[in-house]
């Protein structure tokens, strides 16, 4: 694409000129045309101008001699990075495999004999590099990371991330209930798995050269793989630290029955009495949240890692999207590696779509119209990007996923490709471009990739 001295030149890029397209609300997309994007050195947008304005034009002129300034095509646009809310990095080697089981089967046959493989730090080295390096080429700027049970490797996750400059927040599994986790992959008692928690939390903190890019979560993995000790202990720690939380919330049936048998309630209420849903809390699936549960959430401002690929095999239903948007609840994409069988999140937002629009008409056509639709449940295309981008960066309560002074410059090119899939005209509107983007464009249409002003 570009020789050496090109790329190291392109490294350093400060001001972008083009046509920028992001999506502020649900369904609204805002055309930012022909302006320039100042990049400040903390990777945050300093100020946005029309090129054409006096502050644009000298801002240009002034980037161009510094050859800090890059110009877009006429047919390349410039987008928000995606957030993905929701990767098992252990699982990378099993994307595509191992989908015919339901989820607590998979888990105990496939999943933990795996991610047990992570105690080898040159195996997890490997593959944590080719993952991060496959989501960033995807355009994926911020991932919500599991790793497994291992120290040693999670620690090596976020080495690669910041190295790497990907927008990470990473959380070393927790699960010690052997009701659930087999013997051998499970942490040794609830108090190892707190000190454990506590060693990643720590190291993140004085990553020499983070500069925010890499967050620590606090991460229980389920309910199910948890025993109440543990559960208390990580709730605690997540008032005491203030850290993010992740967890899997009424994936399934069988997730959701798990917990109300186990516990007496929801697995969201559940949550919230260990202490663990907060403001920074993100709830994988979520499938079966009930009423009060979105009351929960919303009290709360938890939000929800909506998974619609992984959901298709793990989960035994659709997100009812639309009623939790509705309700105000934060909502964001994940691809749910390994559960999806795709890294990339454009995909899981056409998949959003798919899922929503079934949801709308209903599957099963031996029931009449009236007994197999759920109205109004359905989502555009832009409301998937909105998902995708936005609304991730609001679930993680991170100033991402907008094209606003003050916020992250995380950001990817979009356009046409020699043998890509996606094919823009000069004649399209913004509108146009964005669905076109949203339900066509793959790997090869995105040919630049920033996060925090910083060429990846
Ligand atoms: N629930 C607990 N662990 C997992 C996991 O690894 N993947 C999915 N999809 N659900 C889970
Ligand atoms: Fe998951």
Not at 170 to 195: L, T
Not at 284 to 300: E, I, K, M
Not at 309 to 330: E, K, T, W
Request: proline fraction near 5%; charge should be negative.
């Amino acid at each position: 694409m570009s020789d050496r001295n090109s790329t190291a030149a392109r490294a350093s890029d400060r001001a972008f000129l083009g046509t920028a397209l992001h999506a502020p609300a649900p369904g609204r997309l805002e055309v930012l045309r022909d302006v320039i994007v100042l990049v400040g050195p903390d990777g945050a947008i300093d100020a946005i101008h029309p090129g054409a304005s006096g502050d644009g034009m000298a801002a240009a002129a002034r980037h161009r001699t510094a050859g800090t300034l890059r110009t877009l095509e006429p047919d390349q646009y410039l987008l928000p990075g995606m957030v993905d809310l929701h990767v098992h990095a252990p699982q990378w080697p099993q994307l595509g495999l191992a989908l015919d089981e339901p989820l607590e089967v998979w888990l105990q046959k496939y999943t933990f004999p795996l991610e047990a493989r992570y105690a080898d730090l040159d195996f997890a080295t490997a593959v944590y590099e080719s993952l991060v390096d496959g989501l960033l080429a995807n355009g994926t700027t911020t991932v919500m990371y599991y790793a497994s049970i291992h120290l040693p490797a999670t620690r090596a996750l976020a080495d690669i991330c910041l190295r790497r400059s990907q927008r990470a927040l990473i959380g070393r599994v927790s699960m010690d209930d052997p009701a659930q986790c087999p013997p051998y992959y499970r942490d040794a008692s609830a108090a190892s798995a707190e000190a454990d928690t506590r060693a990643f939390i720590a190291y993140v903190q004085s990553l020499p050269g983070n500069r925010g890019l890499i967050s620590p979560v606090i991460t229980p993995r389920f309910i199910p793989s948890c025993t109440d000790g543990l559960l208390q202990r990580l709730g605690s720690l997540a008032q005491e630290s203030g850290c993010h939380v992740q967890t899997h919330c009424s994936e399934s049936d069988w997730q959701h029955r798990y917990v109300l048998e186990r516990c007496g309630i929801s697995d969201a209420a559940a949550l919230e009495s260990f202490g663990l849903l907060g403001r920074r809390t993100i709830l994988a699936h979520g499938n079966f949240v009930g009423d009060d549960d979105v009351t929960r959430l919303v009290g709360a401002g938890a939000g929800i890692a909506h998974c619609p690929l992984s959901n298709v095999y793990f989960s035994d239903a659709v997100l009812p999207l639309r009623r939790l948007l509705d309700r105000g609840v934060h909502v964001g994409l994940g691809t749910d590696i390994a559960g999806g069988a795709s890294p990339s999140i454009l995909d899981n937002a056409r998949q959003a779509v798919i899922a929503s629009r079934l949801l709308e008409s209903g599957v099963d056509a031996a029931l009449e119209r009236g007994q197999r639709r759920r109205e109004a449940s359905r989502i555009d295309a832009l409301t998937a990007f909105w998902l995708a981008t936005t609304s991730g960066g609001i679930a993680l309560d991170l100033p991402i996923g907008l094209f606003r002074v003050g916020y992250q410059f995380d950001a990817m090119v979009v356009g046409n490709a020699a043998g890509g899939n996606l094919r823009l005209e000069a004649g399209d509107s913004p509108q146009q471009v964005l669905q076109k983007i949203v339900y066509n464009a793959g790997r090869s249409n995105i040919s630049d990739v920033w996060v925090a002003g910083r060429r990846v």
